[in-house]
Antibody
Framework: QVQLQESGPGLVKPSETLSLTCTVS?????????WGWIRQPPGKGLEWIGS???????YYNPSLKSRVTISVDVSKNQFSLKLTSVTAADTAVYYC???????????WGKGTTVTVSS | QSVLTQPPSASGTPGQRVTISCSGS????????VNWYQHLPGTAPKLLIY???QRPSGVPDRFSGSKSGTSASLAISGLQSEDEADYYC???????????FGGGTKLTVL
């Protein structure tokens, strides 16, 4: 059974960098698929951030592209998100998911709450 | 504001059939398939329907999806109390070259 678990700081100061990691179990990242990040600000809908393949190919939401870097570590079966220059608008629950590009995001983590505040 | 449009709320009584709509455009729903997710706060979103009308293993056949043009809908028949949750539609967007979501519909079982 494939499972994903997000981890990282729950509080980030404005202008700093948000860093999160998603650990995958029950499936080897190197076997395929893309792996993505999605967020949900309080009281709002879901927003796709970007995704990465096992070989490191990425595609990002154009609205966040200038601030986002997604990387993968197949040896640890993890992929990570970095979001720079954060503001209060980046406060959200952040989810990671397995991305079957253009078909579905079929397995999700439970999410981790990140608050941007001084 | 979400790219896909859903009603913010829906409701029904146990045993009823309810439908949730999702409206998009030619670059997303009009060109690609639609997925539906069930989400309870604090839990992982669960894929209910993929490719417009396909159910992953383990999803009851009470849940069904359809698509026509640039709109899609999720139907839940034989409504149960445990169906009370938030429901989101999603589709690939060719203009964005990425995923877009609806704003979510909160389903209340009266």
């Amino acid at each position: 059974q494939v499972q994903l678990q997000e981890s990282g700081p729950g509080l980030v100061k404005p202008s700093e960098t948000l860093s999160l990691t998603c650990t995958v179990s029950g499936y080897s990242i190197s076997s395929g698929y893309y792996w993505g990040w999605i967020r949900q600000p309080p009281g709002k809908g879901l927003e796709w951030i970007g995704s990465i393949s096992q070989s490191g190919s990425t595609y990002y939401n154009p609205s966040l592209k200038s601030r986002v870097t997604i990387s993968v570590d197949v040896s640890k079966n993890q992929f990570s998100l970095k979001l720079t220059s954060v503001t209060a608008a980046d406060t959200a629950v952040y989810y990671c998911a397995r991305d079957w590009v253009a078909v579905s995001m079929d397995v999700w983590g439970k999410g981790t709450t990140v608050t941007v505040s001084s | 504001q979400s790219v896909l449009t859903q009603p913010p709320s829906a409701s029904g009584t146990p045993g009823q059939r309810v439908t949730i709509s999702c409206s998009g455009s030619t670059s997303n729903i009009g060109s690609n398939t639609v997925n539906w997710y069930q989400h309870l706060p604090g839990t992982a979103p669960k894929l209910l329907i993929y490719s417009n009308n396909q159910r992953p293993s383990g999803v009851p056949d009470r849940f069904s999806g359809s698509k026509s043009g640039t709109s899609a809908s999720l139907a839940i028949s034989g409504l149960q109390s445990e169906d009370e949750a938030d429901y989101y539609c999603a589709a690939w967007d060719d203009s964005l070259n990425g995923w877009v979501f609806g704003g979510g519909t909160k389903l209340t079982v009266l």
